[in-house]
C-alpha cells in the first residue's frame, strides 16, 4: 500500500468514512477511472485504487499517461498481488466499489468467486458486504454468456452501469460525455459531481459563469 497526500475538505471523525474504492480493469476506456479518481478528489472523498496488470497496457495504448502519474491520482493505492490490503477485508469500511472501466474477464471472475487479483477480491468483499458495486462494463456487442454474468451479477446485488452518452445533454466534447457518465454512476453512491447535466433541471454553472 502507498498513501498519497490527501485530498482537501476531509468528513469530520464522527461521520462515516467517505471513501470510494476505484479499481481499473484492461478493458478500453481508462479514461473512466482517470476522471473518477479527479471528481473524487475534487469531492474531497478518499480513494483507495487498484490497476490491472492489462490496465497498465490499456493505460500506455490509450493515453500518454504513465502508471505513476495515474496511481498519484488516488488518496491510496496498491499492488494487483497485494492480496493482504486493507480493501481486502470486510472491516476496512467504505462506500462501495467502482470498476471504470470493467472488463469481460474481470466481471467474469467476480461472478465466480474465485478471485486471483486484489480488484476482484476487493469487488467480491463489497458484494457480501452488501455495499454498492459498480461495474462500468465496456464490451459489445454481448453474447448470451455475457448477459447470463451480467444477470447473475445483478442478482448479487452488483450495478451494471455500461458508459452510455446520454445526448439530451447536448455534449459538445468527448470530456462532456465522460463527465455525463462518471457523474452517473457517483450518483449511484450519493455523491453529487457538480457538473452533471440532469433531465428536466438547469445545466451546472461553469467555470465562465
Given at each position: 500500500m502507498?498513501?498519497?497526500?490527501?485530498?482537501?475538505?476531509p468528513?469530520p471523525?464522527?461521520?462515516?468514512p467517505?471513501r470510494?474504492?476505484?479499481?481499473?480493469?484492461?478493458a478500453?476506456?481508462?479514461?473512466?477511472?482517470?476522471?473518477?479518481?479527479?471528481?473524487?478528489?475534487?469531492?474531497?472523498?478518499e480513494?483507495h485504487?487498484?490497476?490491472?496488470?492489462?490496465?497498465?497496457?490499456?493505460l500506455?495504448?490509450e493515453t500518454?499517461?504513465?502508471?505513476?502519474?495515474?496511481r498519484?491520482?488516488?488518496?491510496?493505492?496498491?499492488?494487483?498481488a497485494?492480496?493482504?490490503?486493507a480493501?481486502?477485508s470486510g472491516?476496512f469500511?467504505t462506500?462501495?466499489?467502482?470498476v471504470?472501466?470493467?472488463?469481460?474477464?474481470?466481471?467474469?471472475?467476480?461472478?465466480s468467486?474465485?478471485?486471483?487479483?486484489?480488484?476482484?477480491?476487493?469487488?467480491?468483499?463489497?458484494?457480501?458486504?452488501?455495499?454498492?458495486l459498480?461495474?462500468m462494463?465496456?464490451e459489445?456487442?454481448?453474447?448470451?454468456?455475457h448477459?447470463?454474468?451480467?444477470?447473475?451479477?445483478?442478482?448479487m446485488?452488483?450495478v451494471?452501469?455500461?458508459?452510455?452518452?446520454?445526448?439530451?445533454?447536448?455534449?459538445?466534447?468527448?470530456?462532456?460525455?465522460i463527465?455525463?457518465?462518471?457523474?452517473?454512476?457517483?450518483?449511484?453512491f450519493?455523491?453529487?459531481?457538480?457538473?452533471?447535466?440532469?433531465?428536466?433541471?438547469?445545466?451546472?454553472?461553469?467555470?465562465?459563469?
Open positions: 502507498t498513501r498519497n497526500p490527501p485530498s482537501p475538505g468528513a471523525a464522527s461521520a462515516a467517505q470510494l474504492v476505484v479499481g481499473i480493469s484492461g478500453s476506456g481508462v479514461v473512466y477511472g482517470i476522471r473518477t479518481l479527479t471528481t473524487l478528489r475534487r469531492l474531497g472523498v480513494s485504487l487498484v490497476i490491472s496488470r492489462s490496465a497498465e497496457v490499456t500506455a495504448h500518454s499517461m504513465k502508471v505513476a502519474e495515474l498519484a491520482l488516488a488518496d491510496v493505492h496498491y499492488a494487483a497485494d492480496i493482504g490490503a480493501i481486502s472491516s469500511r462506500l462501495g466499489m467502482v471504470a472501466p470493467c472488463s469481460v474477464r474481470t466481471m467474469s471472475e467476480i461472478a468467486g474465485v478471485t486471483s487479483t486484489l480488484l476482484t477480491r476487493a469487488a467480491d468483499v463489497t458484494l457480501k458486504e452488501r455495499r454498492r459498480v461495474l462494463v465496456r459489445t456487442p454481448l453474447h448470451l454468456g448477459l447470463r454474468t451480467m444477470t447473475a451479477l445483478a442478482e446485488g452488483a451494471i452501469a455500461p458508459p452510455v452518452p446520454a445526448f439530451y445533454a447536448k455534449p459538445t466534447s468527448i470530456d462532456d460525455l463527465d455525463h457518465s462518471v457523474g452517473r454512476v457517483l450518483d449511484l450519493g455523491l453529487e459531481a457538480g457538473n452533471l447535466r440532469r433531465w428536466g433541471e438547469p445545466s451546472p454553472p461553469t467555470a465562465t459563469d
